[in-house]
Each structure stands twice: as C-alpha cells, then as structure tokens.
C-alpha cells in the first residue's frame, strides 16, 4: 500500500463512524475511496453527480433553507451521508462549500456493504435517535462487568432450596420447631397457596423471647405480614437495592404468575459481589456513633466506581447510592432518638429532591424537612429543632454538605406540623410566584424516610389533586422547566463554560440531568402522578397519555446516556484522585460519545419545546 493510501486508512481509523470497522475493512476502505477537491463557493454534493457517502478531511460547508437561515455545518472530521443511508434531510438540502476542502468520497454501494458487514458501523447510522443511544449507553457498559456482575445474575438463580413454608394457625413453638429440624433463618408463612408473611430469626428473638411472648400464641402475631416480594427473573441486584431500602436481610421470590419460588437473602447476594450496598447498608446499621457512619460514608466514591467499573448503569447505581444514604439518615435519627429520647409527638421525616427521587450520586447536598402531627405545641420544637441539628450535622460529617438554600430541616420554616405543610401547598399551587416555583420544585420531589410515614400519604393525594386541573399553576411550573436548557448552540455545537477552574467543560448535572428531571415533574403533576423517580415519572406519564409513548422512550434513553457519562466521569474522578464533581470536558469524550451526547441533547430540546407550546410559557415571561 502506498503511502496516500496508508494515510487514508490511519484518518479513517480514528473518525467515526470509521473507527467502528473492523481492522481488515479498514485496510480495504482506501482503495474503495475517491479524493475530490471543492473550492469555496462549489455546490455541495455536486449537482448531477451520483449519490455518496462525502467525510469532510478539511475545509467546511454550510446548509441552508430556502430563506437563507443556516441550518448545519459541516466540520472537518464529519460527514455527510444522508443521501446513502436514508436519514434526516435537510430543507432544500444543497449545501455550499464555503472554504476551499478536501473530501473523502464513497460510494452508496460500498457503503451499503459496510453496513451489512458491520453491525457497530450501521448502528451509527439508525435513523431513530432513541435506537442510537440504546446502542451508545449499551457501548459504555459493554467493555465492563463480567458474568458474575448482579445485573446479569437473575434473583430466582439464587435460590437454593425449595421454600420452607407453614400456615398462619400454627404456633410460635411450631415454627421455631421447624425451622430448627430444616436448619431454616426463615419461615415463608401461607394461607393456601398465597403468601401472607414471613418469620425471621430476628422475629423470634425481638418479638417473642425479648417480648415475654407465650410461645403457644399463633406465629401470626409476630410474623412480618405481607413482605415485600421480587419476580424470579429481576436482577438480583434489583434485591439488593430492596433488602437495604426495607433493612431486610430475606426476600421472598415469586414467577410472573406469583406462584411462591423461593427466597433468598442478603448473604446470598454477597457471595456475588465484593464492595456493594448490602454489606455496606450492614455495617451502616450496626453503628453505634457518627465515627462509625463516617467512614462507612467514606466508601461511597469507591462503591460508586467499583459499581460503574462493573458495568451498572446510571439509573441502577443512583437507586444503590441512594439507598445507602437513606440508611445513614435512618440511622442518624435512631441515635438521634437515643440520645434526645423519645418523640414527644409523631412526626416523618421527610427527604426531598435527588435523594428522593433515589438518584443520588456521590456528590450530593441535602434537602429535608420535618412533618410533624398536628399534636405539635410550640414547646415541642425545641426537641426537633435538636433533632433536626443531631442527624443535618452527621450527614454534613458523612459528606453530604449542608443545603445552599437552607432547605433542612434545622431551618423552623422546613419543621411544621401537618396543617401548615398543607398551607404551604396551597399557596405554591393557587400563587405560583418565583419563589414559590422553586420550592415546589423541591418539595414535589419528597417522601417520607422515617418515623410515622402515614403523615404524608394523605396530603401527597390532596396536593396531587389540586396539581392535576390547575393549567395556571402548570403553566408556570412548565416555564420554570424550560430555565436549564441543553448546552448545545449553532451547528450543533457544544456550548461549553469558558472560565474559571471548569473552563472548557459543561455542567452535566445543570445542562443534562435536570432538565429531564424538570420535565418528568410537570408530566407528573399534569397526570396527578404519585410516583417521583423521574424514570418512574415517564412511564407513569406515558400510560396515562399525559406524555407520547415516542417522547417517553426518548426521554429515557437521553437521561439514561447523560447520566451513564456523569457518573462514570465521577468515577473516573474518584480513581484519578481527585474531587468528583458535574463538569465533564467533552474533550475526554470519545468522537461517537460527543455525537451521542448531542442527540440526547437535541431529544431534550425537542420535548422541551413541545412543552412551551404546550403550555404556552412565553405567556408567563
């Protein structure tokens, strides 16, 4: 081969969607190229010339419609194969050359071979963006994880006996008895063939022996009635996101009929995996002092690398890390308790924001507040304003720095009874001012963690309610979505920041994540949905028709790739040494993961209008 040629190949071995063939179709990929020369001001593609497939070497072209406006540029390193490979056409579509360049032609036919000779080098060119990130998160996973990862180990694989059950009439020294001859931790207890409740060791010995309880009782007195339950063909990594979020150690699993498989537990699990959040949700509750829960917080950076490293993605690492955070709050407010005494009324405390909606990363502030009962006097709230202090403080000390806005619950604002809660709902809702958007930003995205979680049910459904019909307070809230827009600019270029020590890079979380997040709230609201994970939010959104079943599914796949890069440059972070935060430099990008990361954000961009039409926001500017 000679040296034009060699040139050739190591120029399309290093530019997409090139870089996808195989080494042997690129070595052959020279001799099927032509060189053309176009000088400024040429048409472009050439009139009357065949269809091909043109990769710009140097110089540039711009499209533009039939009233002048520029639509695309095209860069060197691009190229330009819509006439090959049947996608997106532009208005008008006849380009010009607008400085002297130098192309890289190939035909239709070779480039329809290609594509049946490559499957990576076609998927480049899927028409349906959605497909292309599917396909591109898919790429980010793929060189990671091995068989053993939790995401490709199904739940009902783990099983490893058939289930011990025993019906409800029977008694507590029944059960122990059988647990004792089938060398059981556990009981799965039926009422024919339906499961009603399990029995643990950990229910003998908290609910009967320490409770003084007659043995000759029926089990069903101390059985956990109506466990939670996992389909057989989840992953179990999907069970061990359960098992610490509910502080269980056994989970019961069922077919797709919920015909009773098995169970499994948490020790089954870790016989799977090293570093993960079972182990670490264990250790977490066994503590019995803030130095303890520090430096179990302190392996959070390196689970969230070990997790990205073996091939999980954003959505199932958020719901992990969230998880462990949710137990380092519950067991903050126990030695809270322990140390302050019992509440002198109920109350719930409340999570908002990233952390409720289970999509926290390592690198998190706080949002929470107090729900207390209507009982409350004014003399009660020294006890939680301590509290609120006690568990704020330990989870600054464990890496969760304090809220920029004071959205905690050591602020008397964010600690109130019910039927002041209720107030400030109302007023949000029926007076949609800036401020008041902003907090229902915050606080539409809140669950209750702990203590009496009843509090928030029934006011969730009231402020839902009153959500769903009001077009004046959802028009505003639209607008408000529409104020973090994606950083992409003219000709589909990045818009990146440009000082200071993020210079050169965009704000990922601000400029990617939110957005979607935003969006998903108000189709929430829209349809009186309940749930606040924002994925969740979409799929509710869809099969209410609040939301197209097109705009859903894109929406997913954009947030899915956004989030995938985010937490895996944090890991990255993590694992050069240094402080993970959001600002990604798109030149640690690969060329195929900056293309990728323009489609999501062109997929935001799009919804994001359809919303403003929708609504009509540029009435409320």
Not at 59 to 86: I, K, T, W, Y
Not at 170 to 189: F, H, N, T
Not at 254 to 274: E, M, W
Request: aromatic share 6%.
């Amino acid at each position: 081969m000679d040296v034009e040629l060699i040139e050739i190949r190591d120029y399309l071995a290093e530019h997409p969607p090139f870089d996808q063939l195989p080494d042997d179709l690129v070595a052959e990929l020279p001799r099927q190229i032509t060189v053309r020369y176009l000088r400024r001001g040429a048409e472009f593609p050439p009139v009357g010339e065949e269809q091909a497939v043109w990769l710009l070497r140097t110089g540039a072209v711009e499209f533009r419609d039939g009233d002048g406006e520029l639509m695309e540029r095209l860069s060197e390193g691009e190229h330009h194969a819509s006439p090959c490979s049947g996608g997106p056409t532009l208005p008008g579509q006849q380009g010009k050359v607008i400085e002297d360049s130098l192309f890289y032609v190939l035909s239709c036919s070779a480039f329809e071979a290609l594509r049946e000779q490559s499957p990576a080098f076609s998927n480049h060119f899927e028409k349906n963006l959605r497909a292309r990130l599917q396909h591109a998160i898919t790429q980010l996973q793929q060189h990671r994880g091995s068989s053993s990862n939790l995401m490709h180990v199904e739940a009902g694989s783990l099983i490893k006996r058939v289930p011990i059950t025993i019906s409800a009439d029977k008694s507590i020294r029944q059960a122990a008895d059988l647990m004792s001859r089938e060398r059981a931790s556990s009981l799965l207890v039926v009422e024919g063939e339906q499961l009603i409740g399990i029995l643990t060791d950990r229910d003998l010995r908290q609910r009967c022996i320490a409770a003084g309880v007659d043995v000759a009782r029926p089990l069903s007195e101390i059985m956990t009635a109506n466990p939670q339950t996992l389909d057989s063909h989840a992953p179990a990594f999907e069970a061990l996101i359960q098992m610490t979020r509910l502080h269980i150690h056994h989970m019961p699993i069922v077919d797709q009929k919920n015909q009773l498989k098995g169970i499994i537990t948490a020790s089954d699990i870790l016989h799977q995996h090293n570093l993960n959040t079972v182990s670490l949700a264990s250790t977490i509750r066994h503590c019995q002092g803030l130095d303890c829960l520090v430096e179990a917080s302190q392996q959070l950076p390196e689970l969230q690398a070990q997790l990205i490293s073996n091939g999980m993605n954003a959505q199932q690492l958020t719901r992990a890390l969230s998880a462990v955070t949710d137990g380092i709050t519950q067991r903050l407010l126990e030695l809270a308790e322990e140390t302050l005494g019992p509440p002198p009324v109920p109350y719930a405390w409340m999570v908002a924001g990233s952390q409720a909606r289970r999509e926290q990363t390592t690198v998190s502030d706080q949002d929470n507040a107090l729900l207390l009962s209507d009982d409350a006097q004014p003399e009660h709230d020294k006890y939680f304003a301590e509290l609120a202090r006690f568990v704020s403080d330990g989870l600054a000390a464990c890496g969760f720095v304090y809220c920029p806005g004071d959205v905690m619950a050591t602020n008397p604002t964010w600690r109130q009874p019910r039927r002041v809660w209720r107030k400030y709902f109302d007023k949000w809702i029926n007076s949609p001012e800036p401020m008041a958007l902003m907090h229902s930003c915050i606080f539409f995205d809140m669950r209750p963690l702990y203590g009496d979680l009843e509090l928030f049910k029934g006011m969730q459904q009231e402020t839902l309610a009153q959500c769903k019909d009001n077009t004046i307070f959802l028009s505003h809230m639209a607008a408000n979505a529409l104020q973090y827009r994606p950083p992409l600019g003219f000709f589909r270029q990045l818009v990146l920041i440009h000082d200071g020590e993020h210079d050169d890079s965009l704000d990922i979380k601000h400029r990617g994540v939110i957005p979607v997040v935003d969006l998903a709230r108000v189709y929430a609201l829209s349809g009186g949905i309940a749930a606040i994970n924002t994925h969740d939010r979409l799929k509710a959104a869809e099969e209410l028709g609040v939301l197209s079943h097109d705009g859903a599914q894109d929406l997913q796949h954009a947030l899915a790739f956004i989030a995938t890069l985010r937490a895996r440059h944090q890991a990255q972070q993590h694992m050069d040494g240094m402080a993970m935060d959001n600002y990604l430099r798109p030149d640690k990008l690969t060329r195929p993961e900056r293309a990728q990361l323009k489609d999501a954000f062109s997929i935001i961009n799009t919804l994001q209008q359809a919303m403003a039409a929708r609504y009509q926001t540029g009435r409320m500017r």
